[in-house]
């Protein structure tokens, strides 16, 4: 069975900074690119980030490009989001989703279609 389960969410101020983990089980993990989206209040679910299976690859949608980095452990088969320089416009629910394939190419890499597994999300907060 195919689980994410994400953490490391909470309330920070903004210009701080936190790091969520994905913590996968149930496939074989090195094999599928991993990515992370976000859901604001009141608005569509949206990619963040993507990194492909060998993690040689990484990309960024642009509202986070230079302040958020993506990584991953296949050895604990889990994956992160470190975000720094937090804004109040961050705030939102993250989910990590599996992707069907092993790459982030392309000019869609992060739309919902190409993923077939989702986490529940942890919410982030970035408030004074």
């Known amino acids: 069975q195919v689980q994410l389960v994400e953490s490391g969410g909470g309330l920070v101020q903004p210009g701080g900074s936190l790091r969520l983990s994905c913590a996968a089980s149930g496939f074989t993990f090195d094999n599928h690119a991993i990515a992370w989206f976000r859901q604001a209040p009141g608005k569509e679910r949206r990619g963040v980030s993507c990194?492909?299976?060998?993690?040689?690859?990484?990309r960024y949608a642009d509202s986070v490009e230079g302040r958020f980095t993506i990584s991953r452990d296949n050895a604990k088969n889990t994956a992160y989001l470190q975000m720094n320089s937090l804004k109040p416009e961050d705030t939102a629910v993250y989910f990590c989703a599996r992707a069907r394939l092993s790459d982030c190419s392309g000019t869609y890499y992060l739309a919902e279609y190409r993923y077939d597994y989702w986490g529940r999300g942890t919410q982030v907060t970035v408030s004074s």
């Open positions: 990194i492909t299976s060998s993690a040689r690859s990484l």
